[in-house]
Every structure is written in structure tokens, then in C-alpha cells.
């Protein structure tokens, strides 16, 4: 009851505050310019085989997502910092918790009400990329809501994190802290594809473990496994290796169940941090 | 089967249990000791006014009865129930000092918020009356990002007290108020003990705590300095007298009727507690026997302010 009230509250706050402006004209913009994009790419490289274009379109179109990704990454994370950090330092959250709940539930409530903005914005603002790829380049993604799915999961992984950091530290610090360590994740796992494509085993092992510490990365790397054509790393083979909008394998569901286990630690250590946690 | 009827009947002749009972609170932050062994108890429609200096540790005692910051030691019951129980906080009501409430909202669902917080079923029209109470009623539907911070502060009045609380613990209610503001504030705590509702105020304003609590709890450095009933504390009466041509004689007269201080031609006596009634003219007439002229005679009884200061002073005398 008081998870479901609380989660309700954090959807009204996420609406009402400047975030979702924020985010709408981020994503507006972004999809704008993509229109744009690949009507050019049609246009201009209209001599394109099919096999050329499919792997124009998987590449910008992963390009994109990337983007829809960070836009959501960056938006979740400096809610996440506020709701909880921000409200205990303005005294919001005295009152609250004063009441009879338990910070657990409140915690989880915020957590709940966080994933399903993140994941709704993921699956609105995904699925209009996917409308605009479709309509300019006749190009649908091979596997959409499982690469929907992922980055939803993506966001909320790294929410998660943003959850667990303000409980401990400054509002501002924890969404700067939890984008850093998103984009940090980021190279290390370009770093890892560039190792695996020189078949440097040390050199890859960056990114599996950074993918493991945090597991942004790996479900990233699962959504545009999902979002591009499959057919192009077959014909292309190695000479896609290490591409950084290229994924040359999908997850595993020992790495989904990682990815399940790890958002409940760190959610489960936030909890622990915010029962402590002098107000 | 006739055990049941007499293990009820044997409840419902216990004594309410307090609103309040706290045992032994403790609490360090890092090398800095914040509270140091605190108890007491706030009866059922008792209002109890917590006093002291800035960081005497008041709002530290106030968050460890609600479970916002945990005690290093010591134990808390709220209305009968262990503190750690969250269901304790049921039928609490809390004002915080530092009071802010969700920008984004309007005044009405704060409230809405804060009722289902509690868990409670609170009539639309009944939290209407509450805002109206805290004369915000034609601001229900405003967001609470507009408002000033004394409005903010009418409206954690509201917060606390409209999910029906049995107990009100009110940090610094007036701090942002104006002189009317205040004078509501005292009216409301007056009616709120009028109807059994037991109340924890800390305030700065001594007047205020004069007027409206049963009993005062002094806390200094931490440590319970003073507690007990207004009258317990302020029981001391005093006889300011402006004499002159005061002898070895008169002196002596004016020991014998309580401690004297003086300050050239001002003497101030301090009565006992519940003096005799003669104890005034038959001072006076003594004096004027002994040739002593008598300029003035004032009887006064000393002010909690006054009586707090004392407090203060001699402790920190005493833990020299």
C-alpha cells in the first residue's frame, strides 16, 4: 500500500517537475534530427544495395538508441538523486517518515515509481525511433520489445545505483557519480570489443568485468543486439568486431539473472543505507 | 470462558498508557554527545513544553520518539507501543522544525498524502476544516511552491493534525508565524488538550510555553537541567523592596523572611513557594518599626524566563 502510494507520488513528481520538460525536449530534438538524418541517408545514398542500407540503418539506428538511452540514463539519475537525498536534505522527509511506514517501503515505492517512468519514457520515445526508422529507410528491428525491454532494464539498473548513491551522499554528487560510472562502463566496454577484436584477452577482460560491476553496459550491448539486423554480422563477420554500435552476440540468461540479482543488491544496500540513515 | 471477559476487563481499567514514555536516551554524533540520558514521560492530554539553548540536543530527543534518528541507547514508547514498531507513529501527528513539503503538490494533497501515509480515513470535508483551521482554506488547491514560509508552516500545522493524532509533537511551531499566527497556534494547543490530545512542543518562545504547556522539560548540554510542573518550577515568589536606612537589625528582619539580594536600595526577598499570607504586611510593618523608611514594595513572581536562565547559569556552574 504505502509502495504503491509512494510510487504514485514519484510518477506526479517526475510529471510535474521540469524533468519530464526536460526530457521531452531532449527527446524531441533528438528524434527530429534523426528524422532528418536518416531521410537524408535514404536520399542521398539512394544507389544503396539492401544490404548496405540495412546495415546503415542498424548502425545509425543503434546510434540513436544510444542516445534515447543516455537521455534516459541522465534524466532517471538526477531524479533518482533528488527524490531521495534531495528530500531529506530540504527536511521534505521528515514528515513522511514520521508516518507509519517503513523506509523500506518508501524506499521501494520510489524505486517502483522511478523504473516505471524510466521504462515508459524507454518504450514511448524507442518505439517513435523505431516509427521514424520504419517510415525513412523501411527498416523494423528484428527483436523490438526485447531491445525495449533491455533498456528499460538498463535504466532502471542504473537508477538503482542513483538510489543507493543518494542515500549515502549529496543529491547533485549522486547523479553526477551514477552518470559517470554509466559513462565509464561505456568505454570500458568499447575497450573490451577493441581487445576482442585484436584478440587481446587482458584487454577484453576491461569490459567483461566493468559489464559484471555494473551491468549498463551488458544489457546495452543485448538491446542493440536486438535492434540491429542480424544478417549483417553473418556477412560481415569479424569486420564488425569491436564496432561500438555493433553487438555480435546476445545475452545470456545467466547475465539477465545477474543483471536481476544486482539490482536487488543494490537496492537491497540502499535500503539498508537509508534505514540507518539519521534524518 | 470466564477468563476472557476479566483479561478485558482488566485492560480496560489499566490506565491509558502514556502518550510518551522515554527511558535513558543517547546519542553521540561522532566525538560530540547530542542527548545523554533523557527520560520522561507526556501524559495523555498533557501538554509538555521541552526548553533550552541552541544545541541542547531538543530536536535530537524529538527525532529519536519518531524513529528519525536511531538512539545510541534508551528505549521509546509511543501511546503504549515500542518506537521501533513503525504502527507507533499511527495516531502521531509531527510539525518539524525544519518544515518543507512537496513543491509540486497543492496544499490538499499534501494532506491526501499524508492521510494515506497514516493509514487513516479522513472525510474530504474533515481535511477541508483542518486547512481552514490553519486559515489556508481558499489556498487548497494552490501548489505549496508558492507559498510563504509562514503558510508553509500553517500548513504542517494542518499535516500534523489532520489525520486525527493522539498525540501532537509540535518543533518550533511559530517560528515563522506573524504575532495573529502565534496566538492561533496557542488557541489550537489549548483545544488540543481540551480534547485529550497530548502535546510535545519545543519553543524558543518562553511566553508561549508559559501559557500553554502543564509542564516544561529543560534540557542543557544534553542533559535533563530541570523538570516539572509550572508550578513546581515557578512556585518561587519574590518581594522586590526599596528601602533605606537599613540597619545591622533590619537586615537580619529581612533574612529571616527568605534570601536576600540586594542592589543598593533595592532588596529582593524570595518567598517560599506558598507563603503565609501575613507574610508581606508583617514584614513591612517590622521594617517600619525598626526605622527603616519604605519606599516601595513590589510582590513579583518569577518569570519562567527568568527561572530557565537560573537553571542554565547554576548548571553550567555545576559542571565547572
Known amino acids: 500500500m504505502i509502495v504503491l502510494t509512494m510510487a504514485a507520488l514519484t510518477l506526479r513528481e517526475a510529471a510535474r517537475r521540469k524533468v519530464l520538460r526536460a526530457l521531452a525536449v531532449m527527446t524531441f530534438v533528438l528524434l527530429g534530427l534523426s528524422a532528418w538524418g536518416f531521410y537524408r541517408l535514404d536520399a542521398e545514398f539512394g544507389g544503396l544495395t539492401s544490404g548496405e542500407a540495412r546495415l546503415a540503418a542498424s548502425i545509425v539506428l543503434n546510434l540513436v538508441m544510444f542516445g534515447l538511452s543516455l537521455i534516459a540514463a541522465l534524466g532517471t539519475a538526477f531524479l533518482a538523486g533528488p527524490t531521495l537525498a534531495g528530500e531529506i536534505e530540504s527536511g521534505a522527509a521528515l514528515a513522511m517518515l514520521a508516518r507509519p511506514v517503513r523506509r523500506g517501503s518508501v524506499l521501494v515505492g520510489k524505486w517502483l515509481g522511478l523504473a516505471v517512468f524510466g521504462s515508459g519514457f524507454v518504450a514511448v520515445a524507442g518505439l517513435a525511433q523505431f516509427l521514424i526508422v520504419w517510415i525513412t529507410m523501411d527498416y523494423w528491428p528484428p527483436a523490438p520489445a526485447t531491445g525495449l525491454a533491455l533498456l528499460a532494464a538498463q535504466t532502471t539498473a542504473l537508477l538503482t545505483l542513483g538510489l543507493l548513491l543518494s542515500a549515502v551522499i549529496s543529491p547533485m554528487a549522486s547523479g553526477i557519480v551514477s552518470v559517470g560510472l554509466f559513462g565509464a562502463t561505456w568505454i570500458a566496454g568499447v575497450v573490451g570489443g577493441v581487445g576482442h577484436a585484436l584478440d587481446n584477452e587482458s584487454v577484453e577482460r576491461i569490459g567483461a568485468v566493468s559489464r559484471v560491476l555494473l551491468p549498463t553496459d551488458g544489457l546495452w550491448r543485448g538491446a542493440m543486439n536486438a535492434f540491429q539486423d542480424p544478417a549483417i554480422l553473418m556477412n560481415l563477420g569479424p569486420g564488425m568486431q569491436g564496432h561500438p554500435f555493433m553487438s555480435d552476440s546476445s545475452l545470456t540468461w545467466t547475465y539477465l539473472a545477474w543483471t536481476a540479482v544486482w539490482v536487488a543488491l543494490v537496492l537491497g544496500l540502499a535500503g539498508l543505507a537509508f534505514r540507518r540513515r539519521d534524518l | ?320
Open chain 2, 1 to 320: 470462558m470466564s477468563a476472557a471477559p476479566t483479561a478485558e476487563q482488566l485492560l480496560a481499567d489499566l490506565p491509558p498508557t502514556a502518550a510518551v514514555w522515554c527511558s535513558g536516551l543517547r546519542k553521540r554524533y561522532r566525538k560530540r554527545t547530542a542527548v545523554d540520558d533523557v527520560s520522561f514521560t507526556v501524559g495523555r492530554g498533557e501538554v509538555l513544553g521541552l526548553l533550552g539553548p541552541n544545541g541542547a540536543g531538543k530536536t535530537t530527543v524529538i527525532k529519536m520518539l519518531l524513529g528519525l534518528v536511531r538512539p545510541d541507547a534508551g528505549e521509546v514508547l509511543l501511546l503504549g507501543r515500542p518506537a521501533r514498531d513503525p504502527h507507533s507513529r499511527s495516531k502521531v501527528g509531527y510539525l518539524p522544525e525544519l518544515f518543507r513539503y512537496q513543491p509540486w503538490l497543492t496544499a490538499a494533497e499534501v494532506l491526501d498524502l499524508h492521510v494515506r501515509l497514516a493509514g487513516a480515513t479522513v472525510p474530504a470535508a474533515e481535511r477541508r476544516e483542518c486547512l481552514a483551521l490553519v486559515g489556508l482554506a481558499d489556498r487548497a488547491g494552490d501548489r505549496v511552491g508558492g507559498f510563504s514560509k509562514g503558510m508553509q508552516q500553517r500548513l504542517g500545522l494542518a499535516v500534523a493534525l489532520v489525520a486525527r493524532p493522539e498525540f501532537v509533537v509540535l518543533d518550533e511551531p511559530t517560528s515563522a508565524l506573524d504575532p495573529i499566527g502565534r496566538a492561533d497556534v496557542r488557541d489550537l494547543m489549548l483545544s488540543l488538550r481540551s480534547r485529550g490530545v497530548a502535546v510535545l512542543l519545543n519553543s524558543h518562545l518562553i511566553g508561549e510555553v508559559e501559557r500553554v504547556c502543564d509542564r516544561v522539560v529543560i534540557l542543557d548540554k544534553g542533559r535533563i537541567a530541570a523538570a516539572g510542573t509550572l508550578a513546581e518550577l515557578l512556585g518561587q515568589r519574590e518581594l522586590r523592596l526599596r528601602l533605606d536606612k537599613v540597619d545591622d537589625a533590619a537586615s537580619a528582619r529581612l533574612a529571616a523572611a527568605g534570601e536576600v539580594t540586594s542592589d543598593g536600595d533595592l532588596f529582593t526577598v524570595a518567598l517560599p513557594a506558598d507563603p503565609d499570607a501575613d507574610i508581606v504586611p508583617d514584614l513591612v510593618a517590622d521594617l517600619v518599626e525598626l526605622g527603616v523608611r519604605v519606599h516601595a514594595v513590589e510582590a513579583g513572581r518569577i518569570s519562567l524566563e527568568e527561572r530557565l536562565l537560573d537553571i542554565l547559569r547554576t548548571g553550567t556552574e555545576e559542571h565547572r
